[in-house]
C-alpha cells in the first residue's frame, strides 16, 4: 500500500488520471441505475440523432453525434443517451488538471480536477445529457491548448486551439466567450498577445473557422434557424431593470459552482492585483479573463430581462483552476477545502435522490424531479385513448409533452405526433417536425397542456369535442395533467394582429 501511495505520488498524471476515472465510473453506475426517466431536452437531442447533420433548430450538432455513436452500440435506452455525460466531464476535469500544472504545479491541478468534478451543477451535469456536459470539455480543452499556445507559440500548438474552439462552437454557442476571453489575455499578458499575433495564433483561427464551417453553412441554408434561436433566448425584447434579479443570480451561481466556492471566489477577484509575485498575478489575471466574460454578461442579462443558471457555465472551468491555485498560497486554503467538502455531500445527496426517488418525495422535492418521470405512462395511456377513438393524429400543445411522447412512444403503435403553433412559424423542433400533414385531420387527439391555447385551437378546427382529462401521476401532489379533445378539419386561422387581438386574455381550464 505505501508503494502504491508513493508511485501517485511520484506520477500526479497517473493519480489524477485514476482519481477522474473512479469518479466518472461512479456516475456512469448512477446512469444505470437510476429509475428516473430521460426528460424531454434530452428526448429532442435524441430524436436528432437519428438523422446525423450538421445542425439542428435550436442547437449546434456535436451533442446529437455524441448521443448517436453510444446509442447505435447500446441501443436507445435512457442510459445509452447520457452515456457520454459523466465520461465528457471526466475529460474536462482532466483538461482542468494539465492546464493547473502547466500554469502552477500538479498539486494545483488536482485540486482544479477535483473542484470541478464535485460542482454541484456537475454532479447534475453528469447524469442528463446536456449540451453543457458537451460543451465544457471542449471549453477545458481550449483553456488548455491556449495557455500551451502562450507557453510555446507555434502552427501545432495553434491547430489545437483552433481544434478545441471549433469543437465548443459545435457544442453550443456560447464557447463565442472563448474569443471574448483570449482577446482580454492579449490585452493583460505579453506573452498571450504575442502567442496570438504569431503563425500559431492564425492557425488556431484558421483551423476553428474550418471546423465550424459546415454548421455556418447549413445555417446559411436553413435561414440561420440555430442562431435565430439562440438570440431569441436571450429574450431582449422583454429587456427591462430589476436591480433585485442579483440576489436570484447569486443563489442561482451558488447552486452551480457551490456556496462556499464562489464566495470565495468573488471575494478573491478584488485582490488577485495585490497578491503574489508578478508572474503569479498575470496567471490569475489570465484565468479571471475567461471568467469574468460570462458571469457579467449572466448578470447584466439576468438583471434587463431573465437567464438560466447554467448560462454562466463557461466561466467555472477555469474559476476551478483559480481556486485550485489559492488552496496552498493564501489563506482561504482551508475555506476552499471547506467548500469542496460541502459540493462533496450536495452531491452525494443528489446521489440519493437520483437513485431513490421516493426519498425526494418524502422530503417534499418531487417537483425537482417532476420533468423526469411519468412520460413512458404519458405515451401509454394516449397510446390506448388514440387507439380507442381511431385517432388519426396526436397533437401537442407544449413541446415538452411531444419530445417525452415521441421518445417513449417510438415502440407504440402510435398515430403521427404533432404539435400545434402558436404563430406561423415553427418556435421550436417539435412544431417543425410535428407538422399537420393533408388528411391527417379526419380524427385528431388533442392532448392540451396550455389553457390560455385552447381557445385558439378550436379556432383552428372545423370539429371539437371534448373527451375529458388524463392525469399521470409525478410523485405526491403533483401531476401531469393534459385536456384532452377529438377534432377534425384542421385549417389554422392567420397569426395576424388581428387573431391575436381576439384572443388576449382568452384560456380554457
Not at 96 to 107: P, W
Amino acid at each position: 500500500m505505501t508503494r502504491t501511495m508513493d508511485t501517485l505520488r511520484a506520477k500526479p498524471v497517473l493519480a489524477a488520471g485514476l482519481a477522474i476515472l473512479a469518479v466518472t465510473a461512479f456516475r456512469l453506475i448512477i446512469v444505470i441505475a437510476t429509475p428516473l426517466e430521460i426528460g424531454p431536452d434530452e428526448a429532442q437531442y435524441w430524436r436528432w440523432s437519428r438523422t446525423l447533420d450538421w445542425g439542428y433548430y435550436s442547437k449546434p450538432p456535436l451533442i446529437a453525434w455524441l448521443i448517436a455513436a453510444p446509442t447505435a452500440i447500446f441501443g436507445d435506452a435512457e442510459w445509452a443517451i447520457r452515456f457520454m455525460a459523466p465520461v465528457l466531464h471526466g475529460l474536462a476535469a482532466f483538461f482542468l488538471f494539465c492546464l493547473g500544472r502547466s500554469a502552477f504545479d500538479a498539486r494545483t491541478g488536482i485540486w482544479a480536477a477535483a473542484i470541478y468534478l464535485l460542482m454541484p451543477g456537475v454532479w447534475l451535469s453528469s447524469t442528463i445529457m446536456s449540451t453543457d456536459a458537451v460543451l465544457l470539455p471542449m471549453w477545458a480543452a481550449a483553456l488548455f491548448a491556449l495557455w500551451r499556445l502562450r507557453t510555446a507559440p507555434g502552427i501545432a500548438n495553434g491547430a489545437l486551439v483552433g481544434l478545441a474552439i471549433g469543437l465548443a462552437m459545435l457544442a453550443k454557442y456560447a464557447a463565442l466567450y472563448l474569443f471574448v476571453g483570449a482577446a482580454l489575455a492579449a490585452i493583460f499578458d505579453r506573452d498571450m498577445r504575442r502567442a496570438l499575433l504569431s503563425l500559431g495564433g492564425l492557425a488556431a483561427l484558421a483551423v476553428a473557422l474550418l471546423v465550424l464551417a459546415p454548421n455556418l453553412i447549413w445555417n446559411a441554408a436553413n435561414g440561420f434557424e440555430t442562431v435565430s434561436h439562440t438570440a431569441d433566448n436571450a429574450n431582449l425584447a422583454a429587456a427591462g431593470f430589476n436591480i433585485t434579479h442579483v440576489v436570484s443570480y447569486i443563489g442561482d451561481q451558488m447552486a452551480v459552482f457551490g456556496p462556499i466556492t464562489l464566495l470565495v471566489l468573488f471575494a478573491g477577484f478584488a485582490l488577485i492585483a495585490a497578491r503574489g509575485a508578478p508572474e503569479t498575478r498575470i496567471r490569475e489575471i489570465w484565468l479571471l479573463c475567461f471568467i469574468a466574460p460570462p458571469l457579467l454578461t449572466i448578470l447584466v442579462q439576468e438583471i434587463m430581462s431573465r437567464a438560466h443558471a447554467n448560462w454562466a457555465a463557461t466561466a467555472y472551468p477555469a474559476s476551478a483552476v483559480l481556486l485550485a491555485s489559492w488552496t496552498a498560497r493564501t489563506r482561504w486554503g482551508a475555506a476552499i477545502k471547506a467548500g469542496v467538502a460541502l459540493n462533496l455531500t450536495i452531491g452525494l445527496a443528489f446521489v440519493v435522490l437520483w437513485l431513490a426517488p421516493s426519498v425526494a418525495d418524502t422530503a417534499g422535492g418531487s417537483n425537482l424531479i417532476k420533468r423526469v418521470r411519468g412520460w413512458d405512462q404519458t405515451a401509454a395511456d394516449l397510446g390506448q385513448i388514440a387507439l380507442e377513438h381511431d385517432a388519426s393524429a396526436l397533437m401537442f400543445d407544449e413541446r415538452e409533452n411531444w419530445h417525452g411522447v415521441d421518445y417513449y412512444g417510438r415502440n407504440l403503435n402510435l398515430p403521427p405526433i404533432r404539435a400545434w403553433r402558436v404563430t406561423d412559424h415553427p418556435r421550436s423542433h417539435a412544431e417543425e417536425a410535428g407538422t399537420m400533414l393533408p388528411g391527417e385531420d379526419r380524427a385528431v387527439l388533442i392532448a392540451s397542456y396550455r389553457p390560455d391555447f385552447r381557445p385558439r385551437i378550436r379556432a383552428d378546427f372545423d370539429t371539437i369535442e371534448s373527451l375529458g382529462t388524463l392525469t399521470v401521476p409525478l410523485g405526491p401532489n403533483r401531476n401531469r395533467v393534459l385536456k384532452l379533445y377529438l377534432a377534425s378539419g384542421y385549417h389554422p386561422l392567420p397569426r395576424t394582429a388581428e387573431y391575436e387581438a381576439s384572443f388576449e386574455g382568452k384560456r380554457e381550464d
